[in-house]
């Protein structure tokens, strides 16, 4: 297994850290929680007062250039804000704040000329312009070299046409950070990550997606015809938007296991919490060990995540590859998530399955993990091929 060889490390937090991490909590506890149950209703969360007030708090772009809009804060600051939007009572609200902040926006901050991040990654850190990644489409989601939506150049512009689909904040964005076909090279050379405002003439929602969980977090199918944008909304180097989308799938990757251990260590928690007030067979449930020690055991896996986060996140500050344990995390978190969720609705009981209850809402959101983002088993493949575990 030759690449595993990566020191373990963890990120030592400093008292600014901390004091950031305090009022990541706060703000979820006092303008994000008391809304959920509401937005989960209707199918949808207000993304542009949302983020407006979550940029005043100087929450996104945490690590982007102050001179485009960030923060300057060091990547450890990132990992305090998923962990502490995993506090969310609702994984749809966290997922759609990570797009904006880990998804759609590290290529422009990486890749863009000054002019673009101008014009399109400050209001996103402003929180006054709601971003979107679009990357899946009808026919290519685990294999993105699939993609057939096209830019072909016209001058100055290019003239996009072709289908997104599954597309997280999609009804509600103003710009996307676009995925297209710009050469007839094939396969994974010839594409180029442009950003498209999404009022231009021939971008339309063709529906808005109904899922099993994340249902606050608005998921749209788009479509495009004989869409023009400049030649100058491209992001990076023409023809490299392959590789650029994929160290950019590293900080979507990163981001989605910080935010998984906080639903992670919460759960357990609050289970705990229940299982101590709740009495069967003449004791609190607690007492009971089998329900310790299954609690015990999840615990232990949760504890083994959160270092692997902080290794990443580690290797990511020393601006090593994160790749081979962005990949790790991913694959553990997906499937711990499932196993937590199903094993805290479990020990709840009937209530558990009711659905006041956080457990029914977490079951359904925790599903998610294991798929976008790249599911489980393109894990497994990357894994496979970085280990040598190939012919
Ligand atoms: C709620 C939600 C939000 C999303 N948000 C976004 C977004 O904002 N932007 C965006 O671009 N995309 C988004 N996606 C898309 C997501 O990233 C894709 O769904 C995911 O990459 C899987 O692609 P697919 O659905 O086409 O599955 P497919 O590629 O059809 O794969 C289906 C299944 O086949 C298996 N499989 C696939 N490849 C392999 C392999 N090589 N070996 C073995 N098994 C394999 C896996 O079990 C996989 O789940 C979102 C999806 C959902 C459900």
New binding site residues.
Partial sequence: MAPAAVPFRSVRFSAEHEQFRASVRAFVAREINPCVDEWEAAGVFPAHDLFARLGAAGFLGLEYDPGDGGQGADHGYTLVLGEELGGIDANGVAMAIS?QTD?ATPSLARFGTPALKARYLAPACRGEAVA?????EPD????VAGLRTRAVRDGDEWVLNGT???????TQADWLCLLARTSEEGGHRGMSQIVVPTDRPGVTVSRKLD?LG?RC?D?AELAFVDVRVPVANTIGEIGRGFQQQMAQFQNERMIACYIAWGQMHRALDRTAEHLKHRRAFGEPLIANQHLQYELASLAAEVEALRQVNHGCADSYLAGEDTTRLATVAKLLAGRLNRRVADTCLQFHGGLGYMEETWTARYLRDAR?LG????????ML?TLARLDGFTP
């Fill in positions: 797009v998804m979107a990644i679009a990357v899946t290519a989601g685990s294999d997104k689909l599954y597309i997280t904040n999609g899922k994340n977090s998921t998610l798929i976008g983002g790249g599911a489980d088993e393109v493949r």
